[in-house]
C-alpha cells in the first residue's frame, strides 16, 4: 500500500527528523509506528544521519508489530529487521546480523547496555511505549540514562506519558534532555512542583501537584513533545481499526502448524464437502489461534499464550482506558478472566442491564462479552471508546453491530477497534473476510481451500 500521510502524521514525521530528540504523545490508532518508520527511512536513506536504529517495545509487539507495519507500505518494506528475542546466543546472533532496525523487548535493556558498554553503536533509539520508563529507580531507566550520551537521535511513543500523574513524566523527559527541561535530580523535581500529601509518622505516600504545576511542567516540554488525541483531528475517521499482529512462540507455531495439517487433511480427498464440515473445521483452528481447543467431551486444554500474553500488554498501554473486549469461545473468556485478576482493574462480564449501566457509569474499566449477546439495542457508548477483538468471527453482521455498540450517536470520541490478529494462523483470513461484502460463508471455504493447497505442497510433509 502506499502511504500518505495525515497532515498530523506528517507533522510528526518532520518533528523527528528535525529534533535530535522527541516525545511523540499520541492516542493509540493515530499511526505512531508508521510516522516513526517513515523519518527512519528518511533519516536513514534520505539523510545519511542515522545507521543503526534500536527498537526498544513491548515483548508481544517487539516480536512482530514493527516487522509487519514496514512490510505494509511500499516506502518502507525495504527496511531490515533484526528482532532481538530469546536466549542469550540468539540474541548475540541477531545483534550480529546486518539490519537497520534491531527490536528488543524492554526487559533486555539493561542486558543490551551491560553488553556493548562503551561501544554502543546505536545512534539512534526508539521507545515504543516510553511510560513504560516512567520509575527513575527502575533497572531499564538507569541502563537507558548511563548510555544516553552515546545515542544521537531519542524518540520516544505512549499514548499516556503519565498514567499516574504528572511525577511519571520526570524520567521520561530525562532521557531526551538529561534534564535541561525539568531538572538533573528526580528528587529536585518532585520539590519543584510537589507538595507532601498523604504521610505517616515518617514515610510521604503521596505527593499532590502544587497550583499551576500542570502547566508549568507542559509550558516546559511543549517544544520537545507533541501531545495529540484522537478527537482533536477532524480529518480523521470516527471509526480508527488498529490490527495487532501476534507472533507465535516457536513451541506454539509448531504444534498449531502440525494440527492444522491434520485437521485440513483429515478431510475426504482434500476437499470441503459442506458448508458444516468447513465451518466444524474453521472454529477449531480458531480456538487455536486464540490458545486453546476443546476435545470431544469439551473439556479444555491449553496450547498456548501468546495471545493473552498481547492482549495484557495492550491493556497495559490503555492505561486505565475503559476497553469493551469481545470474545469467541468460553474458554477465551475464562483465560481472559484468569489473566486479569492481577491488573487491580475492574473486570465485569456483561450479563444485561446492571452492569450496561455501571459500564456506562464509569464502573467497570474491562467489560468481557460475546458479540451476540450485545449486538442489538445497547448503548455502551458513554463508558468507553476502546474496543477489543481478541478474536474475530465470520458473521460480518455480528461484527458490524457489536462495534455499534460503541460507535453510535453520543460517543465523544473516535471508538478505536483493537483486533489481535495471530499471524500465520486462521486469524489471517478474518479481517480480509469482515471487510469484503462477500458472503461470509463462502469465504470460509475459500480460505479453507487455500490451507489445504499450503499442505499438500509439501509443509510440514
Not at 493509540?28 to 527511512?41: D, H, P, Q, R, Y
Not at 486462521?426 to 471455504?445: G, N
Request: glycine fraction near 6%.
Amino acid at each position: 500500500m502506499i502511504f500518505n500521510p495525515h497532515p498530523y502524521q506528517q507533522y510528526c514525521i518532520d518533528a523527528i527528523l528535525r529534533l535530535p530528540a522527541v516525545g511523540l504523545f499520541l492516542d493509540m490508532g493515530l499511526g505512531k509506528t508508521a510516522i516513526t518508520l517513515s523519518a527512519v527511512n528518511e533519516l536513514k536513506y534520505g539523510r545519511f544521519a542515522v545507521n543503526k536504529v534500536l527498537v526498544i517495545a513491548p515483548k508481544k509487539v517487539a516480536e512482530a508489530t514493527w516487522q509487519r507495519e514496514a512490510a505494509k507500505w511500499d516506502n518502507l518494506h525495504h527496511l531490515r529487521f533484526s528482532t532481538v528475542l530469546g536466549s542469550t546466543m540468539k540474541r548475540i546472533r541477531t545483534l550480529m546480523t546486518p539490519a537497520d532496525l534491531y527490536v528488543i523487548n524492554r526487559e533486555n535493556v539493561a542486558w543490551l547496555v551491560d553488553y556493548y558498554r562503551n561501544e554502543w553503536p546505536f545512534d539512534m533509539v526508539v521507545i515504543d511505549e516510553s511510560s513504560s520508563f516512567k520509575s527513575h529507580s527502575a533497572k531499564r531507566f538507569k541502563a537507558l540514562a548511563a548510555i544516553r550520551p552515546h545515542i544521537k537521535r531519542l524518540v520516544e511513543l505512549t499514548g499516556t506519558p503519565s498514567p499516574n500523574g504528572l511525577m511519571d513524566l520526570w524520567s521520561q523527559i530525562y532521557l531526551l534532555d538529561g534534564g535541561a527541561r525539568l531538572g538533573r535530580y528526580y528528587t529536585h523535581f518532585r520539590d519543584q512542583y510537589f507538595d507532601s500529601g498523604r504521610r505517616g509518622r515518617d514515610v510521604i505516600y503521596q505527593y499532590d501537584p502544587k497550583q499551576g504545576a500542570a502547566a508549568a511542567v507542559l509550558q516546559k516540554i511543549s517544544d520537545i513533545c507533541v501531545s495529540m488525541k484522537a478527537s482533536d483531528y477532524l480529518q480523521l475517521p470516527d471509526c480508527i481499526v488498529h490490527d495487532i499482529p501476534v507472533q507465535l512462540d516457536t513451541k506454539a507455531k509448531k504444534a498449531y502448524d502440525t494440527m492444522e495439517k491434520k485437521f485440513v487433511l483429515d478431510l475426504p480427498d482434500g476437499d470441503i464437502v459442506s458448508v458444516a464440515s468447513a465451518a466444524s473445521l474453521s472454529n477449531k483452528l480458531q480456538q487455536l489461534a486464540n490458545g486453546a481447543i476443546y476435545d470431544e467431551d469439551h473439556g479444555v486444554h491449553e496450547i498456548h499464550n501468546c495471545k493473552i500474553e498481547a492482549f495484557m500488554e495492550l491493556i497495559e498501554q490503555l492505561h486505565g482506558q475503559h476497553a469493551l473486549v469481545f470474545y469467541n469461545f468460553k474458554h477465551d473468556k475464562d483465560r481472559l478472566l484468569k489473566a486479569l485478576v492481577k491488573s487491580k482493574l475492574r473486570v465485569s462480564e456483561f450479563k444485561g442491564a446492571q452492569e450496561e449501566a455501571d459500564w456506562n457509569a464509569g464502573k467497570i474499566d474491562i467489560l468481557l462479552a460475546h458479540p451476540a449477546s450485545t449486538a442489538y439495542g445497547l448503548n455502551l457508548q458513554d463508558g468507553g471508546h476502546h474496543i477489543i477483538w481478541f478474536g474475530l468471527n465470520w458473521s460480518l453482521e455480528l461484527y458490524q453491530q457489536a462495534n455499534k455498540r460503541l460507535h453510535r450517536q453520543g460517543q465523544k470520541e473516535p471508538v478505536i477497534i483493537h483486533q489481535l490478529i495471530c499471524t500465520g494462523t486462521r486469524d489471517d483470513d478474518l479481517p480480509e473476510a469482515l471487510s469484503d461484502k462477500d458472503d461470509c460463508q463462502e469465504k470460509v471455504l475459500e480460505s479453507l481451500k487455500a490451507r489445504i493447497a499450503k499442505w499438500k505442497g509439501g509443509a510440514l510433509a
